[in-house]
């Protein structure tokens, strides 16, 4: 349950970071005007919760739909992060 709650609570965070306006002529890296950055473990972990094959069905759910809402809302961002 535990693992669940942090999954989603880390999905969150990762799309609240994304979501945030990038300052005008800033790289589409991640970065938003007010500086947020996603800390590269956290990409690199949602990436090994994706990757596990004996993983819990919900946790990679959620980890899957981050992807996607990040993919959605900010495409550069996502090319940035996860390609």
Known sequence: MLRRRAA?????????????PSAPGAPASGTGA???RAPDAAVAALAVVL????????VQH???KTVENIATQR?????????
């Open 51 to 58: 990757l596990r094959a004996d993983g819990d069905e919900v």
């Open 8 to 20: 989603a609570a880390l999905g969150e965070l990762l799309f609240y970071v994304a979501a945030q």
């Open 62 to 64: 959620y980890a899957a």
């Open 34 to 36: 007010s500086g947020w």
């Open 75 to 83: 495409p550069a961002t996502a090319l940035h992060w996860f390609f």
